[in-house]
């Protein structure tokens, strides 16, 4: 009777166990499915297409500091005191046809005006007359900018260089389809007004772009998918049929 009783004990132990197993089993697959449902939602954001095949924030992209504040209107007031500025000018010298000599001296005329009178407004008064500060143009800011200049000029000259040596057609006839289309625009407007058209356009495409950016950048992609296709069709019939220079394989010495 004692052995009938310990292997019915053992059966139920085992019974037992193999439930045990089965709901162990049923939870591991169901937090591995949980798991997978929740880095799917990331991986599908991970492979959402953004424009220029951008990682990064729109403010980062742009260098990150203070003139990326002021272009993604970070500070309202200094973005929108700029933007003033800009259309005032532009508004002067397009508009009212305003030369710049003109208007420098107009403007040195009403500073030292305000400033003698109210310098001898205060003797009147018995008050102290105002203090002028003394003005002086930092080095530092002015060689930094120079060496920053001088930097990009040179590149820009390297780049020219490297673009007519006729080693990559692509770019050749990229650069020269972008000169033909300033030129155009040239003609449509002074260099001053495309100064402040492309002014404003910094300030407001890329802040533009930041709040619709998911409805952006599906448009965005089914156009450059067009592009690239139309592309891969002319450079199959076109630019593959044109004999490449001598200097393809060459570096220049």
Partial sequence: MGTMAEQEDSKSESVIEKIVEKIHDHDDSSSSDSDDEKLAPLEMKAKIYRLFGRERPVHQVLGGGKPADVLMWRNKKISAGALGVATTIWILFELLEYHLLTLVCHAIILALSAVFLWSNVTSFIHKSPPHIPEFSIPEKPILQFATVLRYEICQGLVTL?????????????????????????????????????????????????????????????????????????????????????????????
Avoid: M, Q
């Fill in 161 to 253: 260089r490297e673009i007519a040596s006729g080693r990559d057609l692509k770019k050749f006839i990229g650069v020269i389809a972008g000169f033909w289309v300033l030129s155009i625009v040239g003609s449509w407007c002074n260099l001053f007004t495309l100064l402040y058209i492309v002014f404003v356009l910094l300030h407001t495409v890329p802040v533009l772009y930041e709040i619709h950016e998911d409805k952006v950048d599906p448009i965005a992609e089914k156009a450059i998918a067009e592009i690239k296709k139309h592309h891969a069709i002319f450079n199959e019939k076109v630019l593959s049929k044109i004999p490449r220079g001598p200097l393809k394989n060459k570096k220049i010495a």
